[in-house]
């Protein structure tokens, strides 16, 4: 299987570097971004198969950057996992668009993340 390319965004350093590092470790291709405008230049600049995303940070909140990649006719068809600690429901406008992206509660089990990441590669093989 190929490595997967990944791009994770998170204003969370201890998060950010922690992940990234177990996933690198896992063989996959971490890219890091520590907020949303960073992070979504690095998604238009690599297309990842993936983008690890948390919603709440201070200049552009998760919410705003799935909308942003789905607007975009480049980037629509990315994987998304949004990984958070917030129960916050989703927001009304979000659930009318109809978005497709996978929900990972924090805490979370590194082996969790790994499922949900290689469940996705095998459907698209």
Partial sequence: MPQQKIVLIDDDMFVRVTTAKLLEKKDFTVYTAHN???????VHELMPDTVLV?????????????KNLHADKKTEGVDIIIFTASDDPVPPDIKKMNLDYRVLKKP?????????????MTENE
């Fill in 36 to 42: 949303g405008q960073d992070g979504l230049r690095l």
């Fill in 54 to 66: 948390d919603l709440m940070m201070p200049d552009l909140n998760g919410w705003e950057i799935i």
């Fill in 108 to 120: 979370f089990y590194l082996q969790q993340l790994i499922d949900m990441l290689q469940k996705r």
